[in-house]
């Protein structure tokens, strides 16, 4: 290297997705550079090695030069998603407290459809037979009142090895208050069954509600060993293949951590790669001017919703997956199985449906022509010419749209007695229908008014749907970023560090014990702080976040606000603690009762580790006119004109601030394919998103 020549740094982000492996890079001077590639679902690390492989030969380095020249590696994965949805985690067995091994089965006694007489629960995680009670108490205040029997704790643990139990999940009453029975079992566990996978609720989720604490100790325990397997191998190959700096890997908070935190906390990473999304949508309100956003994350199996209030995402405490409640801060997103690779069928009645069954990357919609055999998405968006045949992926894939023709005829048009552009506009009218009804479900129903947001269209398959998707819920504006189809990848080189922790209270307002409650803000404080250095943050790079679950006294539910941070509580704080309240209150369910005295349940202090971030480069001007990006025009059916109608095809890539597009029309790039649809118009602005809007 010459001497005075600066050698280009960059950051990476993978995100594995249900088809596509995608990968960000972003170097120094806020250039961005995308790639994609299959994803294996047998292995997922060769989908990422394939992917920053393609990447390292653009930049025309091997893989060892290109990974040293990293500033930081951020991944996000679906293997502990995918453990759950599919059951095939670890055999698990969990030892607690005698007398409550169906507390997993009881649940919250609370039906989904209290007149379906039918309705399927996920079964235990662990069966009955697993599910061990151990001699021990504790009273509500975490007093001792019945010491731990530590035989029992030796006799499960030979029983355990017995029926080869993999990982252990402990739980016991009162364990938040007080930890030590927990610890020492989980001592015993590791002493009398070494190499096992033991998660402990007290480290896991320290809170009141023995069923969230049980069901979400058993999922961590679950999913724990097949996550720490493929993280430990993909971290050591990536260090081995020249990886000198830090490797993170995305929560369902939207922060990243260790890998050696995420093993020990599994059950934060199942949403690891839409959360990414969510962050990312975060940085570009910010970045955009537009501060309430609804991000629409479309890939090839599902499609992920979730909405920004001024520049701020919407956090639950708790969330469902795959009919297993894990009570970790999670970003609110509502997914549903609609991605290009969702399934068109027919029902029994001869209805025409859409997903949520997948095709996935393998064998993937018929014109991937790889075995193939039931019509999708991605063709009959290709029947209506909204994909390119000769320019999919940049035509790097070789597409096959006779078989797509032939089987869409046989499989859905001839049984609907149907022309095949007719079916394939049927399945985009109902796939659009089914996301543009997801899209209400964190709006609409959570009290905001889609009208006020600007939606952002991201993943692969999105940009096609958008126009359609913003009509349906009455936004006159969309937003495709420069990056849209792998969106979720930079989200992941847009977030901090973040470390959830929880800690019950139960307090009234008024009546709130200051002196008590500022006590266990800073004993919080105190443990969120030490993990944040735990995962090597500087303490002038750190920051601290508090919240609060609060309910009206005699409530069933809480509602999470954010408080004051970096001070002592006293009695204003507390007054307008309660104002928050209300107000968010009234926002979810349209009344509040301020005369009404409020219940603290549980206090959560987030530990944020700031990690340094490149702003993306602006566009210049090209001094051409929008012509100079013409390709060619295109055949596309449109229900609008009831036909086909020839429209422009234009060069993304070429496209520059300033230019505007009439639409209807078609924008490509080689990983990316928008749709302006009929009364729609298209301009580019400084940072080379797509700006729709309508006419």
């Known amino acids: 290297m ?91 067995g969990l030892i607690l407290t005698k007398g409550f091994r169906d507390t997993l089965e009881m649940r919250r006694a609370h039906k989904d459809n209290i007149w379906d007489l039918f309705l399927y629960t996920a079964p235990p995680l662990v069966p009955r037979y697993l599910r061990r ?63 096992v996978f033991v998660s402990r609720s007290s480290e896991v989720l320290p809170q009141i509600r023995e069923y969230e604490r049980s069901s979400t100790t058993v999922a961590n325990a679950y999913v724990g060993p097949k996550l720490t397997v493929y993280l430990t191998n993909l971290e050591k190959k990536l260090k081995k293949d020249g990886l000198e700096k830090a490797f993170y ?75 297993y409640r894990v009570a970790k801060p999670m970003i609110d997103i509502h997914t549903i199985g609609a991605g290009g690779g969702s399934v068109a069928w027919i029902d029994q009645w001869g209805m025409l449906n859409v997903g949520p069954e997948s095709a996935y990357s393998y064998p993937g919609p018929v014109c991937y022509d790889r075995g193939g055999e039931k019509p999708a998405v991605t063709d009959a968006n290709l029947l209506l010419g909204y994909l390119n045949k000769d320019f999919f992926l940049g035509g790097e894939m070789k597409i096959n749209y006779d078989k797509c023709y032939k089987l869409t005829k046989e499989k859905i048009a001839d049984p609907l007695g149907m022309t095949v552009e007719e079916a394939a506009c049927g399945v985009f009218q109902i796939v659009n229908q089914n996301m543009a009804d997801a899209t209400k479900v964190v709006s609409v129903q959570k009290g905001f008014d889609p009208r006020e947001f600007a939606l952002v269209s991201a993943g692969g398959a999105c940009s096609i749907h958008a126009c359609k998707i913003a009509e349906e819920v009455g936004s006159n504006y969309v937003i495709v970023p420069k990056a849209a189809s792998v969106f979720c990848a930079l989200g992941m080189l847009e977030s901090d560090i973040r470390l959830d922790n929880v800690r019950s209270f139960v307090g009234t307002i008024p009546g709130l014990d200051l002196d008590a409650f500022n006590a266990c803000i800073v004993a919080a404080e105190k443990d969120a702080m030490a993990q944040l250095e735990h995962e090597g943050v500087r303490k002038e790079e750190s920051s601290l976040e508090r919240y609060l679950d ?146």
């Not at 090695?49 to 990293?70: C, H, M, P, R």
């Not at 001007?621 to 295109?634: H, I, L, M, P, Y």
């Open 249 to 323: 890997v995305v929560a369902s908070n939207g922060g990243m951590m260790t890998s050696e935190t995420a093993i020990r906390h599994a059950s934060a990473t199942l949403l690891s790669g839409p959360a990414a999304g969510a962050t990312g949508a975060v940085f570009f309100a910010e970045l955009t001017g537009n501060r309430n956003l609804i991000l629409m994350d479309m890939g090839g199996t599902s499609f992920d919703v979730s909405l920004i209030n001024d520049a701020t995402v919407t956090l639950s405490t708790e969330g469902e997956i795959a009919g």
């Open 2 to 92: 010459k001497k005075g020549v600066k050698t280009l740094r960059y950051r990476i982000g993978v995100d594995i997705g249900g088809t596509f492996t995608d990968c960000v890079v972003i170097t120094d001077n806020g250039s961005i550079y995308t790639f994609k590639e299959l994803s294996t679902p047998e292995d997922q690390s060769i989908g990422l090695y394939n992917v920053i492989n393609k990447a390292s030969q653009f930049f025309k380095k091997d893989l060892t030069e290109f990974l040293g020249g990293a500033d930081l590696f951020a991944h996000g994965t679906t293997v502990a998603t995918n453990t759950l949805l599919t059951g095939t985690g670890a055999k698990t």
């Open 133 to 195: 009670g151990v001699t021990e108490r504790l009273d509500y205040k975490g007093g001792v009142v019945t010491e731990l029997d530590e035989k029992e704790v030796v006799q499960i643990c030979k029983d355990f090895k017995a029926e080869g139990v993999e990982a252990v999940a402990i739980c016991t009453l009162f364990s938040y208050l007080n930890d030590a029975h927990e610890k020492r079992i989980k001592e015993i566990v590791e002493r009398e069954m070494p190499g």
């Open 550 to 695: 609060i309910r009206y006294v005699g409530q069933h539910h809480e509602v999470t606000v954010p408080i004051p941070a970096n001070c002592v509580i006293d009695a204003g704080h507390v007054e307008a603690i309660a104002k928050t309240f209300h107000t968010a209150h009234e926002r979810l369910y349209s009344y509040c009762t301020p005369e009404t005295p409020v219940e603290i349940v549980n206090l959560r202090v987030t530990a944020v580790g700031h990690v340094k971030k490149t702003g993306l480069e602006k566009l210049k001007g090209s001094g051409q006119s929008v012509e100079a990006a013409f390709k060619n025009t295109r055949k596309l059916y449109f229900q609008e004109y009831q036909g086909w109608k020839d429209v422009p095809v234009y060069d993304r890539n070429k496209l520059f601030i300033g230019h505007v597009i009439e639409g209807p029309a078609v924008i490509e790039e080689r990983i990316t394919t928008i749709i302006v649809h009929p009364k729609w118009n298209a301009r580019i602005d400084e940072f080379g998103n797509v700006v729709m809007e309508v006419k």
